[in-house]
């Protein structure tokens, strides 16, 4: 596995504490700004040591946040990710620079995620705001004895679903029973809103957040909510219309194209 933009930042936390968005959706899907616009306001705000790009079902976009990213000496490492869609709900793939297939089950689409080298995180757990893995199919999973195929954390902090499902339920349910990483993630579709929510955890670089998240050394933070004044009605609903058109095409894409393929293959035997 290469972890290329995962160089160590010069870091701008004090103490041994660092901060990690580990959700954050770029125009290359259904996102608002491009990478670099992110970047630059990531940076001006001089307080996240690690960022996570997770478009929806697509590496393409965190490795064009890569390259970006290497053309400025920015001040905080960049982890590349996708959010997964799988039968049961979306799961954020991180460290990871290859596809991985969507709408397969929730422990398939983990032990992949493991194959290929990355860390596997329950996004918005419960949340009925959005497509997310629930209580019955994540402790399905979490019962299997094979641990490959069991997420590696669980986002307990998100401003999209803040509230009963990501915050008190999932807590209590991870505390008492799960005993996941904890996790915190914008789901950031507006540079603005990047850091609403984020991972605490000890060091400051990429290298420190994975061994954290694999020790469970790490904490959910809500830091605010989306600053909806300054991103304004107009943004909102452009987004909006944004994730109908896009998302879909996203997640449907590459299933139609195989059977494309496959229907055409038919057509000329």
Do not use: C
């Amino acid at each position: 596995m290469t972890i290329a933009a995962d160089r160590t930042p010069t870091p701008r936390t004090a103490g041994r504490f660092g901060r990690a968005d580990l959700q954050v959706h770029t125009r290359y899907g259904d996102g608002m700004e491009d990478a670099r616009g992110i970047f630059e306001h990531i940076e001006l705000r001089g307080d996240m040591d690690v960022v996570a790009i997770t478009d929806h079902d697509d590496v393409r976009g965190a490795l064009l946040a890569r390259e970006a990213y290497a053309q400025a000496p920015y001040h905080f490492a960049l982890v590349t990710g996708i959010e997964v869609t799988t039968l049961q709900g979306h799961l954020l793939a991180l460290w990871v620079e290859e596809p991985v297939p969507s709408f397969r089950s929730l422990e398939a689409t983990v032990a992949a995620i493991h194959r290929a080298g990355g860390l596997a995180v329950v996004p918005h757990p419960f949340s009925l705001l959005t497509r997310s893995i629930g209580r019955r199919s994540l402790e399905r999973v979490l019962a299997i004895a094979d641990r490959t195929v069991h997420p590696d954390g669980i986002e307990l902090a998100n401003p999209t679903s803040r509230g009963w499902d990501t915050g008190g339920r999932a807590r209590a349910l991870n505390a008492q029973r799960y005993r996941l990483a904890e996790t915190g993630g914008s789901d950031a579709h507006f540079a603005e809103a990047v850091g609403a929510a984020y991972t605490l955890f000890p060091g400051h670089d990429g290298a420190a957040l994975r061994e954290a998240i694999l020790a469970r050394r790490t904490s959910a933070v809500q830091e605010r909510g989306t600053p909806l004044r300054s991103i304004g009605p107009r943004r909102l609903a452009l987004q909006q219309v944004r994730g109908l058109a896009v998302t879909p095409r996203k997640m449907l894409g590459p299933p139609l194209a195989r059977l494309r393929d496959r229907l055409s293959g038919a057509s000329t035997r």
